[in-house]
């Protein structure tokens, strides 16, 4: 509770890593956090300014992994193998509300449970990119385009982009 507080208090307004002296700083003191209120944490952790996932319990992370400035996690478990770049404001939703009952208000009906998103390692999300509920694993090796929308698993080595997100192509060794 005291690292949560710390957290999204203090630590989670300070600039980003890459500001000269303070950056450092800042980037360690929220590492430090994360890896206290994460269920797991591997080394390196990066955690940019602005970054909200909750309590952090239903987070597990390996190692070297960057969560980008603004990064947004919402009622999802989330694990994150070694290797992970990330943009700016990649938005990850999980669950969702329920809306089946047309008797009660839709915002009486109660939110879905959890899901569940694995993202293997070496893995590129660009900025602003969204991942819904649909999107239970994003493959190793993959990268997600920048605006993407991504609403169903992504493949190992796809290259994705688009809203709906798509495969555009998959990564290849270049002889």
Wanted: with cysteine.
């Amino acid at each position: 509770m005291f690292y949560r507080i710390v957290y999204y208090a203090f630590a989670r307004h300070l600039p980003k890593s890459t500001m000269p002296v303070l950056g450092k700083m800042a980037m360690r003191l929220r590492r430090r956090c994360c890896k206290k209120m994460f269920a797991s944490c591997g080394d390196k952790l990066n955690v940019e300014k602005g970054a909200y996932f909750g309590n952090g319990k239903d987070v597990r992370v390996g190692t070297l992994v960057g969560l980008g400035k603004n990064f947004t996690l919402h009622n999802c478990i989330l694990t994150v193998d070694d290797y992970l770049m990330m943009g700016e404001d990649v938005m990850i939703i999980g669950g969702g509300h329920r809306i089946d009952d047309i008797e009660t208000p839709m915002g009486e009906q109660g939110a879905k449970e959890k899901t569940e998103l694995h993202i293997a390692g070496d893995v590129w999300i660009g900025a602003r990119a969204m991942v819904l509920p649909g999107c239970r694993r994003i493959g190793h090796g993959a990268v997600i385009g920048a605006g993407a929308v991504v609403t169903k698993d992504v493949p190992d080595y796809a290259i994705v982009g688009g809203n709906p997100a798509r495969v555009i192509r998959y990564r290849t060794n270049v002889e």
